[in-house]
């Protein structure tokens, strides 16, 4: 991955590890639930940042690699991995 | 789009639109709401299929193509673009 | 359920099954499959409306009356069916 | 909370912070993308898990007693909290 991107993704990771960390606290203070979930989704949000970055690298990087080589294979595999990461990502 | 893509999402669109005239029907005869809503959360599920299958196109005929082209500027505008339907799928 | 909440509910859906049709007509005419997969999303967005919608008038009466009720097994059967509702609409 | 239900959550949160460090990891190993990302969705269905733990312990706590009092407007509030959690995590 560009090292900017990945320099991005730690950043972002270190703090949504901090915000996981805050959470427990919150738990450990017996604040109200409402509040508790509201953090959990905003860290959710955060993760989804991330990958989306990440993505957004592999795609520049990767998958233009693969898709201008000469192997059908490997660029069926690049493809086929981004498809995946959709699906999975979209709803059940 | 790929005629057989095509014909698929048009196959799994009309049926979705079959089954959310099912779903009024429901309402009408007053059903369980949290049956209701089972079935509008099955009819997300199923539009998500559809968008995956003309995303899996997309990549396998204009995205190739861009990439494999040599203009720079069409590259980074199709590549941009998966990664904000990403993001839109994305949590918010 | 509530007979405006109901009525909103199967007005929006007649909407959506327009919308649907509407995205048919766009495969058929070969409209660009970003621009489609885009009102694929915004057809599910629309769906999420309408089941919140019910899920809040179901809160409202049927939820309602049956923890202000004295069944405690009902008591349970609602909040659990809240639960579900809820981890179906989650990240799986 | 119930005490329970609040262990749980804490146990589970500990182990997503785990986790996302896990990731960190990863990227300083140069790891490949969609492995990354695939992590990433990991924590993230972790965090659900603990979320819908969180909303369930709530509608058997908080607001069971809220629908069982007498404060018309205190119910009114705790049902909007739900319909709003709900509303978040339901695609926007």
């Known amino acids: 991955m560009d090292p ?32 508790v979930i509201g953090q959990i989704q905003a860290a959710q949000t955060a993760l989804s940042r991330v990958s989306e970055g990440i993505l957004d690298a592999h795609l520049r990087t990767c998958v233009t690699t693969a898709i201008q080589g000469a192997d059908a294979e490997e660029r069926e595999r690049v493809l086929g991995e981004i498809t995946e990461v959709f699906r999975h990502t979209n709803r059940p």
Do not use: P, Q, W
Request: hydrophobic letters at 40%; charged letters at 30%; a neutral charge.
């Open 4 to 35: 900017t991107a990945r320099a991005d993704a730690i950043h972002r990771l270190k703090s949504v590890a901090g915000h996981v960390n805050g959470i427990i606290r919150m738990l450990e203070e017996d604040r109200y639930c409402i509040d």
